[in-house]
Structures are given as structure tokens and as C-alpha cells.
């Protein structure tokens, strides 16, 4: 393939459509809500119509408003149906000739939509991810063209670099710092490896990418190798994805019967091919170093850093690891520049980020904003507030690693930045919305929890250190704690972040420290106030047998 | 091979661009405390002992995986670092049922002598007392999960010196345990060599010679009468 096939492919693509269009939401959302039903319905009823020749009914990725679901969305018409069940396939269709069906219509105009900003998501809902044609319809492989035609590697890395992107895995670092170092590293071979573990707790962001536009990431880590030397790339996603892992093997099918991956990509010298490697399930292989061992058919468990990937990655060969999120924005970035990305965001916080809005919030689902957007503009305006006029209490974002940050923080921009001072994190992208019912306390022993059974074990204070965390506050859950006990739990917490071997045990207190830090009176108020006097047996109900302690102290 | 200066407590030292701070301080005669390192094996970093503090780095480094840099400035035995080691003790002794009085290494233990270097006298954590068997089916070792750290010294040796891979981990977190191969008792494994290093490098009591485990003495009672008989009927032979 040349670039007249590439443009060729796009306009065969763009003459071939039909004037009318149903964009029927196939990400795995609404999938388990019947999706697959109401697009075979559909399909159906239009050829029932006598319409097939004028009516397309696309598979599309995420429409975003996931609660909703299963969505529909009617080109050119410009509605989106909602919770549509195989049964409504007639009064879509007679809408489409502007009949006036019952329907639920969703409102476009609604901040929800409004206020997003697509660059990640640009093709999520719009483009057929099984069907790589209707990518390059929508200018996909154009970058990768344009960057190995017209672009020296190093300038690629400096694109990127100027674009100011962050790796949008959790920990912010500047992309094209990593792409410079792996560039400069010299290797027999060199990896490109893309994380899409993603294991927190509530997060969908990158299965949303992956299952409805599954080229655009193979695209990114295409122009990630030609930039830094490498000629293997890997996919390693969890084994709880079997939908995005189908779209990506059909993706990487298609790509290579193309030629725009495997030997000579656009008939020049640079070869690239991609492996998918799927996890068992383990949150501590997203981390980068356990990713990597498990990819080698290892176990996966950190090792210390450095050296890093960067230097010494798979098979001892640098390696480039992006989150799937961080590739997705390769593309544009190349397509539109630098400079255009870096007017998008704040001073050091560029383009856009996704969550995944979840929680005790009206709208939930998928949305993509401009970094540095109030908190308070996420959750109130695009997320519509807490149901039934409650009042938000804390938003917790970073997942196991993050925080809660409280109502009345809520004027904070989102950004790399600022939630760290905040005690939370931005994580890869979970956020959740805690009303007025929600006891912090318990939220602190549940992401605990967590880190206790994913703590892979390898180093002393994470395997035993989040044991003894999640035992005090059970303690302290059950009032049977005393001030003591609280002090050894943010003694424990102290020791956890600053001796684990990996992020998983660095950040495990977290959650707890921020509660602390801004609920510590739901702690307190928990605490039994006498100490428990030695000898003295406990009730289950917490109180004890004997005199109080004065007295007892006199005897 | 460059050499290269740093100071270690305060005192200006030398030492071979390749050495980590671990065996930089040691050359030095300065003693950081180690769990999971032994001479000899690839060093993992797990157990946090030996985590001293580097100036102009806000994160504690692990000596014995960090390498010496010219000027670095490392503190090996601030009040902050020996406050972190004890604790790291405390969660070991807390965590599986480690009762010195009836261990077969008593006096001989590693997390033992650790405790009573580092004033480690008492913990203030609960002990979680877990259910752990042990396993005497192989001839001649047996292993007490017990008492095992999960410093994985044995799985390093029985892979890297002794080549046969044996031993592994299984599980994760606090569910993590030494197996055997495929997770079988240890006296049906077709690899083990019987070698016995990962007795010799376990820092505890968790492997251990068998026969020479608490209450494993049998009397033979048939010697006094061999004896008796031999110096009263002089008759050597039964
Ligand atoms: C316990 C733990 C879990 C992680 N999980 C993920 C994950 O699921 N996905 C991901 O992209 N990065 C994850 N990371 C971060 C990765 O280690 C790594 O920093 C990231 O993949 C780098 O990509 P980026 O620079 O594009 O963000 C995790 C880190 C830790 C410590
Ligand atoms: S911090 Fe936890 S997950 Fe990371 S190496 Fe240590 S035990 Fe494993
Ligand atoms: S000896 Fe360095 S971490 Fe165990």
C-alpha cells in the first residue's frame, strides 16, 4: 500500500456509504445489555422496510453515556436513542423518515456531550472498529504515512515531545522523555510494549479505546517503533477483555493484509509487527516491570527500578512501555501537530483526559475533557450531580493509588498537578462520585482490601504491611479501636509508602492517608475512648467487662 | 575498572564503580542489615532491610541493588531507617508462626539475630497465626511454611547454582508460599537433586535437615543391651 491506495481506500470508503446511518453502541456496555439484539433487529426491520440500500446499520465503540444503554445514534438526523430494545427497530426506522416514534431520545445538547472534548475518543462511536477501511475513512494511517515518509525518527520524538504529552497509565511521565531515551538506548532489538492491563477498580477507559478503535492504538505504537528503532511491538491485555482482545487480533489481521503493519509498511524499509499477550488477571502486571516478566512467560513481579525499561526491558532490550490511552493520542498528535495539541490542557498538563465516571452520579459512562477542567464542572455539570438532590461528599480518583478529594475541594482543575497536592492522583483515568451515604472509612478499607489481595507479595511491608493496614481498620470499622491503634496505622502507612519495592506498595496507603487527611473526624469519632486495660476481656459488641479504666488503674 | 568516592556515615570511601552500596559500605567495614541478599546470588531487593537514605533523592534505595555514584552522600543508620527496619521485623514475626523456643534454628536464625541486633522486643502488630502445614516427604529435608519470609534465597539457588528449578512462588500477597515443581509434595519431585543448598541458604528455620527437628530423636534401646552384652558376655556381635 502507497498513499494513493491509503486515499483511494478512504474515498471508496466515503463514496460507498449510504445516506443514512444507524450507529448502534457494540462496545461490551451495551453489549451485555442486549446490543447485539437491537443491531440485528434493526437490520431486520430496515430490510424488511425495503431500505438496504439507503440505510446503513454501523457497528460502532462507546457512545458514551454507558447508563444509558443500549445506544443508537441516527445520522444525519443527529439523535441518540437510549435503552432501546430489539422491539423499538420500528420507530427507529420510522424515525429515520421523520416518523415520531416512542422513543427514549437522549439530549445532545446536555453538558454531558457539550462539554466534552474529543481527541482520544474522536473515532469512539463514529468509526467501525472491525473494519479497518472505516478508519482510514476517517484519515486513520494518514500519520503514520506522513511519518515515515516525511519525517526522521528523532523528529517524530520531538513532535511528540513539544506536544507536551504525559503517559496516561498514572504516573504523568513526559512520553517523548521515554521515546528520547529508548530512541538513544542501543539495543540489538527494540520492543514497543503497549499496557492494557488496566486493573482498577471501576475503570473501562482503555477497554473503551481498544474496543472501539482498535487501529488508532496499533497506529500509535506503529509511529512509536519507526521513532525509536524498534521493529516488535506487544499488546499485553487482561484475560477480562475477551471483546477488545477479539477486535485487536481482527485489527492486527486486517493491518497486516494491507501492508500497513508486518515487512515494508507503505513499501518502505520499516518493518513492525504486533503480538498480543494476554494476563491472567493480576492488577500488579500493569506495572511495568512485573508486565514485562509476565510477557517473557515469567512471573509477574516488580523488580527494582533502575535500570528502567527504557534501558533494560524485554530479553534485557530496550523497551518502550505506553498505556493504550497514551498511544491513542500518537496519531492526532503527528496528524494536527504539536502545537496545536499543546494549546489544548494546561501550563504542564496537555490535550485531554478520559474517565471513567462511575459511582453515585446521574450520568455515568465514558467522557474525554480537557485537562485542567474543574473537578466541580465534571461531576455536577457533565455527570449531572448526585441522584435524588443528594449532596456530593468526595470524589476519588487514582483508583487503589488515588484519593478522595472532598466537596469543597471540588474547585480544583484536574491535572496532573493539582491532584497530587491534593494527596490523590490522576491515575489512569477511574473516577468516582461519593454522596452524602458514603462512610470513608469503609472506602479506605475497601481499596486496602484490594491492595492486599493484589500485592503480589515479593517485598516485606506491602505483603504484610496492607495485612496489618486492613486489620486496623477493620478495628477501627468495628469501634473497637483505640487511639493507639490509629497512630500504628499511620505509622504503618508512613513505613508501606516509603520502603515498598513498586507503586502498587507506595501508594497502597493513599486512600487511607487521604480520608485521613480531610474525613479524619469519622476516624476519631469510631474510637473507643478508654484504652482496653490489660486483662480486661472484650464484648463482641466492643465494650468491655470491669470498672473503667480510672478505676481500675486505682486497683 | 574506574574507581569512584562517596561517603557512607560520614566517611569518605572508595570503591569500584560496579559495586552496589551494599558492597561498598561492607568493604568499608560498615554493616547494613540484609534479609533477602546472600553472597553469591542475584539480589531482588525484596526484604527493605537493607534501605538507606541517599542525599538529594527523596525515595529510600535498597543497598544492595543500588549502585555506587562518585559524591554520593548515603546514610545507612539514621533513627528513621532503624524506626522502618524494626518494623519490617515486627510485620515478619506478626505474619506466620515463628516460635524461636521450638525452632529447629534457634540460636542459628538470621531474623533471630536480626531482631536482637536491632532492638526488635516486642510486636505491636497482631500476629495473624495462619494455618501452614509442613512438608517431610522428601528423604532427607523438610520444609515449615511457619516459619518461611518468602526471602525466595531457596528458589534463587536451586534455579541459578543448582540449575534444577525446583522450588517457586505461588500465590499472591500474604497467600504467597515456596512450592515444590507443579505444587506437589516435595518427596514425589522428579528435578529436585537432593543437592540440600536451599537448606543451606535458607536464613530461618523453614528448611531444615529432617532428623534434626524438635522432637524427631528416637531412641534406639536396643544399643544398651549391645552394650551390656559386650562388656559383661563379651559378645561383639548380635
Ligand atoms: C501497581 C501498578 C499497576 C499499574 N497498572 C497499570 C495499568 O493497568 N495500565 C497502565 O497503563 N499502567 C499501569 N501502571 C503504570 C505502568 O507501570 C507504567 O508506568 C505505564 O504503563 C507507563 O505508560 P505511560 O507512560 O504511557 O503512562 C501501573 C503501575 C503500578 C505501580
Ligand atoms: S510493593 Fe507490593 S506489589 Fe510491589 S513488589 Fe512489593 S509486594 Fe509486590
Ligand atoms: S537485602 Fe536488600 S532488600 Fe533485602
Same mark, same amino acid.
Given at each position: 500500500?502507497?498513499?494513493?491506495?491509503? @486515499?483511494?481506500?478512504?474515498?471508496?470508503?466515503?463514496?460507498?456509504?449510504?445516506?443514512?446511518?444507524?450507529?448502534?453502541?457494540?462496545?461490551?456496555? =451495551?453489549?451485555?445489555?442486549?446490543?447485539?439484539?437491537?443491531?440485528?433487529?434493526?437490520?431486520?426491520?430496515?430490510?424488511?422496510?425495503?431500505?438496504?440500500?439507503?440505510?446503513?446499520?454501523?457497528?460502532?465503540?462507546?457512545?458514551?453515556?454507558?447508563?444509558?444503554?443500549?445506544?443508537?445514534?441516527?445520522?444525519?438526523?443527529?439523535?441518540?436513542?437510549?435503552?432501546?430494545?430489539?422491539?423499538?427497530?420500528?420507530?427507529?426506522?420510522?424515525?429515520?423518515?421523520?416518523?415520531?416514534?416512542?422513543?427514549?431520545? $437522549?439530549?445532545?445538547?446536555?453538558?454531558?456531550?457539550?462539554?466534552?472534548?474529543?481527541?482520544?475518543?474522536?473515532?469512539?462511536?463514529?468509526?467501525?472498529?472491525?473494519?479497518?477501511?472505516?478508519?482510514?475513512?476517517?484519515?486513520?494511517?494518514?500519520?503514520?504515512?506522513?511519518?515515515?515518509?516525511?519525517?526522521?525518527?528523532?523528529?517524530?520524538?520531538?513532535?511528540?515531545?513539544?506536544?507536551?504529552?504525559?503517559?496516561?497509565?498514572?504516573?504523568?511521565?513526559?512520553? $517523548?522523555?521515554?521515546?528520547?531515551?529508548?530512541?538513544?538506548?542501543?539495543?540489538?532489538?527494540?520492543?514497543?510494549? =503497549?499496557?492494557?492491563?488496566?486493573?482498577?477498580?471501576?475503570?473501562?477507559?482503555?477497554?473503551?479505546?481498544?474496543?472501539?478503535?482498535?487501529?488508532?492504538?496499533?497506529?500509535?505504537?506503529?509511529?512509536?517503533?519507526?521513532?525509536?528503532?524498534? %521493529?516488535?511491538?506487544?499488546?499485553?491485555?487482561?484475560?477480562?477483555?475477551?471483546?477488545?482482545?477479539?477486535?485487536?487480533?481482527?485489527?492486527?489481521?486486517?493491518?497486516?493484509?494491507?501492508?500497513?503493519?508486518?515487512?515494508?509498511?507503505?513499501?518502505?524499509?520499516?518493518?513492525?509487527?504486533?503480538?498480543?499477550?494476554?494476563?491472567?488477571?493480576?492488577?500488579? =502486571?500493569?506495572?511495568? %516491570?512485573?508486565?514485562?516478566?509476565?510477557?517473557?512467560?515469567?512471573?509477574?513481579?516488580?523488580?527494582?527500578?533502575?535500570?528502567?525499561?527504557?534501558?533494560?526491558?524485554?530479553?534485557?532490550?530496550?523497551?518502550?512501555?505506553?498505556?493504550?490511552?497514551?498511544?491513542?493520542?500518537?496519531?492526532?498528535?503527528?496528524?494536527?501537530?504539536?502545537?496545536?495539541?499543546?494549546?489544548?490542557?494546561?501550563?504542564?498538563?496537555?490535550? %485531554?483526559?478520559?474517565?471513567?465516571?462511575?459511582?453515585?452520579?446521574?450520568?455515568?459512562?465514558?467522557?474525554?475533557?480537557?485537562?485542567?477542567?474543574?473537578?466541580?464542572?465534571?461531576?455536577?455539570?457533565?455527570?449531572?450531580?448526585?441522584?435524588?438532590?443528594?449532596?456530593?461528599?468526595?470524589?476519588?480518583?487514582?483508583?487503589?493509588?488515588?484519593?478522595?478529594?472532598?466537596?469543597?475541594?471540588?474547585?480544583?482543575?484536574?491535572?496532573?498537578?493539582?491532584?497530587?497536592?491534593?494527596?490523590?492522583?490522576?491515575?489512569?483515568?477511574?473516577?468516582?462520585?461519593?454522596?452524602?451515604?458514603?462512610?470513608?472509612?469503609?472506602?479506605?478499607?475497601?481499596?486496602?482490601?484490594?491492595?492486599?489481595?493484589?500485592?503480589?507479595?515479593?517485598?516485606?511491608?506491602?505483603?504484610?504491611?496492607?495485612?496489618?493496614?486492613?486489620?486496623?481498620?477493620?478495628?477501627? @470499622?468495628?469501634?473497637?479501636?483505640?487511639?493507639?491503634?490509629?497512630?500504628?496505622?499511620?505509622?504503618? =502507612?508512613?513505613?508501606?509508602?516509603?520502603?515498598?519495592?513498586?507503586?502498587?506498595?507506595? %501508594?497502597?496507603?493513599?486512600?487511607?492517608?487521604?480520608?485521613?487527611?480531610?474525613?479524619?473526624?469519622?476516624?476519631?469519632?469510631?474510637?473507643?475512648?478508654?484504652?482496653?486495660?490489660?486483662?480486661?476481656?472484650?464484648?463482641?459488641? $466492643?465494650?468491655?467487662?470491669?470498672?473503667?479504666?480510672?478505676?481500675?488503674?486505682?486497683? | 575498572?574506574?574507581?569512584?568516592?562517596?561517603?557512607?556515615?560520614?566517611?569518605?570511601?572508595?570503591?569500584?564503580?560496579?559495586?552496589?552500596?551494599?558492597?561498598?559500605?561492607?568493604?568499608?567495614?560498615?554493616?547494613?542489615?540484609?534479609?533477602?541478599?546472600?553472597?553469591?546470588?542475584?539480589?531482588?531487593?525484596?526484604?527493605?532491610?537493607?534501605?538507606?537514605?541517599?542525599?538529594?533523592?527523596?525515595?529510600?534505595?535498597?543497598?544492595?541493588?543500588?549502585?555506587?555514584?562518585?559524591?554520593?552522600?548515603?546514610?545507612?543508620?539514621?533513627?528513621?531507617?532503624?524506626?522502618?527496619?524494626?518494623?519490617?521485623?515486627?510485620?515478619?514475626?506478626?505474619?506466620?508462626?515463628?516460635?524461636?523456643?521450638?525452632?529447629?534454628?534457634?540460636?542459628?536464625?538470621?531474623?533471630?539475630?536480626?531482631?536482637?541486633?536491632?532492638?526488635?522486643?516486642?510486636?505491636?502488630?497482631?500476629?495473624?497465626?495462619?494455618?501452614?502445614?509442613?512438608?517431610?516427604?522428601?528423604?532427607?529435608?523438610?520444609?515449615?511454611?511457619?516459619?518461611?519470609?518468602?526471602?525466595?534465597?531457596?528458589?534463587?539457588?536451586?534455579?541459578?547454582?543448582?540449575?534444577?528449578?525446583?522450588?517457586?512462588?505461588?500465590?499472591?500477597?500474604?497467600?504467597?508460599?515456596?512450592?515444590?515443581?507443579?505444587?506437589?509434595?516435595?518427596?514425589?519431585?522428579?528435578?529436585?537433586?537432593?543437592?540440600?543448598?536451599?537448606?543451606?541458604?535458607?536464613?530461618?528455620?523453614?528448611?531444615?535437615?529432617?532428623?534434626?527437628?524438635?522432637?524427631?530423636?528416637?531412641?534406639?534401646?536396643?544399643?544398651?543391651?549391645?552394650?551390656?552384652?559386650?562388656?559383661?558376655?563379651?559378645?561383639?556381635?548380635?
Amino acid at each position: 500500500m502507497d498513499h494513493i491506495d491509503l @486515499l483511494e481506500t478512504k474515498n471508496r470508503e466515503l463514496r460507498t456509504r449510504k445516506p443514512l446511518c444507524l450507529r448502534v453502541c457494540m462496545a461490551a456496555g =451495551c453489549m451485555s445489555s442486549n446490543g447485539q439484539a437491537v443491531k440485528d433487529s434493526l437490520e431486520k426491520e430496515i430490510r424488511a422496510a425495503g431500505l438496504a440500500d439507503q440505510v446503513e446499520v454501523r457497528r460502532v465503540g462507546c457512545l458514551r453515556l454507558c447508563c444509558e444503554g443500549p445506544l443508537v445514534a441516527s445520522d444525519p438526523k443527529g439523535e441518540l436513542y437510549q435503552k432501546v430494545t430489539p422491539d423499538d427497530a420500528h420507530a427507529v426506522v420510522a424515525a429515520l423518515k421523520n416518523g415520531n416514534g416512542e422513543l427514549k431520545r $437522549g439530549d445532545l445538547q446536555h453538558p454531558f456531550f457539550s462539554r466534552q472534548m474529543s481527541i482520544v475518543l474522536e473515532n469512539s462511536g463514529v468509526v467501525d472498529p472491525e473494519r479497518i477501511e472505516s478508519y482510514i475513512a476517517a484519515d486513520g494511517y494518514q500519520a503514520l504515512h506522513h511519518a515515515l515518509m516525511e519525517m526522521e525518527p528523532k523528529d517524530v520524538v520531538d513532535t511528540v515531545f513539544r506536544s507536551g504529552l504525559r503517559g496516561r497509565g498514572g504516573a504523568g511521565y513526559p512520553t $517523548g522523555l521515554k521515546w528520547s531515551t529508548v530512541a538513544k538506548t542501543s539495543g540489538d532489538r527494540k520492543f514497543v510494549v =503497549c499496557n492494557a492491563d488496566e486493573g482498577d477498580p471501576g475503570a473501562f477507559m482503555d477497554r473503551s479505546v481498544l474496543e472501539s478503535d482498535p487501529q488508532r492504538v496499533l497506529e500509535g505504537m506503529a509511529i512509536a517503533a519507526y521513532a525509536v528503532g524498534a %521493529t516488535q511491538g506487544y499488546i499485553y491485555v487482561r484475560a477480562e477483555y475477551p471483546l477488545a482482545i477479539a477486535r485487536l487480533n481482527t485489527a492486527i489481521r486486517q493491518a497486516k493484509q494491507l501492508g500497513l503493519l508486518g515487512g515494508g509498511i507503505f513499501e518502505s524499509g520499516f518493518t513492525f509487527n504486533v503480538e498480543i499477550r494476554i494476563g491472567a488477571g493480576a492488577f500488579v =502486571c500493569g506495572e511495568e %516491570t512485573a508486565l514485562l516478566a509476565s510477557v517473557e512467560g515469567r512471573r509477574g513481579t516488580p523488580r527494582p527500578r533502575p535500570p528502567f525499561p527504557a534501558e533494560s526491558g524485554l530479553w534485557g532490550m530496550p523497551t518502550l512501555i505506553n498505556n493504550v490511552e497514551t498511544f491513542a493520542n500518537v496519531p492526532p498528535i503527528l496528524r494536527r501537530g504539536a502545537e496545536w495539541f499543546a494549546g489544548i490542557g494546561t501550563q504542564q498538563s496537555k490535550g %485531554t483526559k478520559v474517565f471513567a465516571l462511575a459511582g453515585k452520579i446521574q450520568r455515568t459512562g465514558l467522557i474525554e475533557v480537557p485537562m485542567g477542567m474543574p473537578l466541580r464542572t465534571i461531576v455536577e455539570e457533565i455527570g449531572g450531580g448526585a441522584p435524588e438532590g443528594n449532596q456530593i461528599k468526595a470524589v476519588q480518583t487514582g483508583g487503589p493509588s488515588g484519593g478522595c478529594i472532598p466537596a469543597n475541594e471540588l474547585d480544583t482543575p484536574v491535572d496532573y498537578e493539582s491532584l497530587v497536592r491534593l494527596g490523590s492522583i490522576m491515575g489512569s483515568g477511574g473516577m468516582i462520585v461519593m454522596d452524602q451515604s458514603t462512610d470513608m472509612v469503609d472506602v479506605a478499607r475497601f481499596f486496602m482490601g484490594f491492595c492486599m489481595d493484589e500485592s503480589c507479595g515479593k517485598c516485606i511491608p506491602c505483603r504484610a504491611g496492607t495485612v496489618q493496614m486492613h486489620a486496623l481498620l477493620e478495628k477501627i @470499622l468495628k469501634g473497637q479501636a483505640t487511639l493507639r491503634d490509629l497512630q500504628r496505622l499511620e505509622e504503618l =502507612c508512613d513505613m508501606v509508602k516509603n520502603t515498598s519495592l513498586c507503586g502498587l506498595g507506595q %501508594t497502597a496507603p493513599n486512600p487511607v492517608l487521604s480520608t485521613l487527611r480531610f474525613f479524619r473526624e469519622e476516624y476519631l469519632h469510631r474510637l473507643r475512648s478508654l484504652p482496653i486495660s490489660p486483662g480486661i476481656p472484650i464484648l463482641p459488641n $466492643g465494650s468491655h467487662h470491669g470498672p473503667p479504666v480510672a478505676e481500675a488503674a486505682k486497683t | 575498572m574506574a574507581a569512584k568516592t562517596l561517603t557512607i556515615d560520614g566517611r569518605l570511601i572508595s570503591a569500584a564503580e560496579d559495586q552496589t552500596v551494599l558492597q561498598a559500605a561492607k568493604d568499608a567495614g560498615i554493616q547494613i542489615p540484609t534479609l533477602c541478599h546472600l553472597e553469591g546470588l542475584s539480589d531482588i531487593g525484596a526484604c527493605r532491610l537493607c534501605v538507606v537514605e541517599v542525599a538529594g533523592s527523596n525515595k529510600l534505595l535498597p543497598a544492595c541493588v543500588t549502585r555506587i555514584a562518585e559524591g554520593m552522600q548515603v546514610r545507612t543508620d539514621t533513627e528513621r531507617l532503624r524506626h522502618y527496619r524494626r518494623m519490617v521485623l515486627e510485620l515478619l514475626f506478626a505474619e506466620r508462626n515463628h516460635v524461636c523456643a521450638v525452632c529447629v534454628a534457634n540460636g542459628h536464625c538470621e531474623l533471630q539475630a536480626l531482631a536482637l541486633a536491632l532492638g526488635m522486643d516486642h510486636v505491636r502488630f497482631e500476629y495473624r497465626f495462619p494455618k501452614y502445614s509442613v512438608d517431610i516427604t522428601h528423604h532427607s529435608f523438610g520444609i515449615d511454611h511457619n516459619r518461611c519470609i518468602l526471602c525466595t534465597r531457596c528458589v534463587r539457588v536451586c534455579w541459578y547454582i543448582e540449575g534444577a528449578g525446583t522450588k517457586n512462588v505461588a500465590g499472591r500477597g500474604a497467600e504467597c508460599r515456596i512450592i515444590t515443581d507443579l505444587n506437589q509434595s516435595w518427596g514425589t519431585s522428579e528435578t529436585c537433586t537432593s543437592c540440600g543448598k536451599c537448606v543451606q541458604a535458607c536464613p530461618t528455620g523453614a528448611l531444615f535437615k529432617r532428623g534434626s527437628a524438635v522432637a524427631e530423636m528416637e531412641r534406639d534401646r536396643t544399643r544398651l543391651e549391645f552394650i551390656v552384652n559386650a562388656r559383661e558376655k563379651k559378645q561383639w556381635i548380635v
